[in-house]
């Protein structure tokens, strides 16, 4: 369900790309101090100890409802993952469903195995933080859209097929899927 705002007038300029991409790993770099959310009502995020990097690239996303205005989706960013917790705070660039530069800032949680139900290669995984976008004509195609900034979260299913090596989708609310292969700096 797409939620019309209406926007306020103001002045207001939107950031370039460059500044985008360096408001992105400053948020990454702050996110751990920030992040407050609980995974459960016992535990609160452990965003200390042994960590990772994790480098991101998406070449493909599924439009759900293709439309003559799509342009192709391309993604890069990079993750911190907590060994012990599993938590995780990160960052992409992407090129939106409408050829716009654009940014997403998150912290989230992996589960290997899926709660138990799956072998620990394969992941179920999620991330919440600010999206940033969907400007101009397009400013509707998400929802809390302001200025160009709003919430963005997603749910993803993914399979670790070497030690260092995964491939990930991950659902993009109502609009499609992402196929994200990433490799781990360990």
């Known amino acids: 369900m797409k939620v019309p705002l209406s926007m306020p007038s103001g002045a207001f300029s939107l950031p370039s790309p460059s500044k985008t991409l360096l408001a992105c790993a400053l948020l ?32 493909y996303t599924l439009h759900f409802h293709p439309s003559p205005e799509h342009r192709r989706v391309w993604a890069i960013g990079a ?36 709660f138990g139900y799956a072998p620990q ?5 999620w991330s919440a933080g600010l999206l940033y976008g969907y400007r101009g004509e397009f400013k509707d195609k998400v929802p809390f ?27 993009l609310g109502d609009a499609g899927l992402m196929l994200q292969f990433s490799h781990e700096l360990r």
Do not use: M
């Not at 992040?35 to 100890?49: K, Y």
């Not at 993952?81 to 992996?110: C, H, I, M, T």
């Not at 290669?121 to 995984?125: I, K, L, P, R, S």
């Open 145 to 171: 859209n302001y200025k160009g900034f709003s919430p963005g979260a997603l749910i993803s299913l993914g399979w670790e097929f070497s030690p260092k090596n995964s491939v990930t989708l991950h659902a």
């Open 79 to 114: 993750e911190k993952q907590w060994d012990e917790s599993n938590w995780l705070a990160g960052g992409s660039f992407f090129s939106n469903s409408f050829g716009q530069p654009s940014g997403y800032l998150y912290v989230g949680k992996r589960y290997p195995g899926v």
């Open 28 to 59: 990454c770099a702050l996110a751990p101090g920030l992040a407050h959310a609980e995974d459960d009502a016992s535990e609160t995020p452990r965003f200390g100890g042994a960590s990772h990097w994790r480098v991101l690239a998406s070449p």
């Open 121 to 125: 290669n394969v992941f179920a995984q």
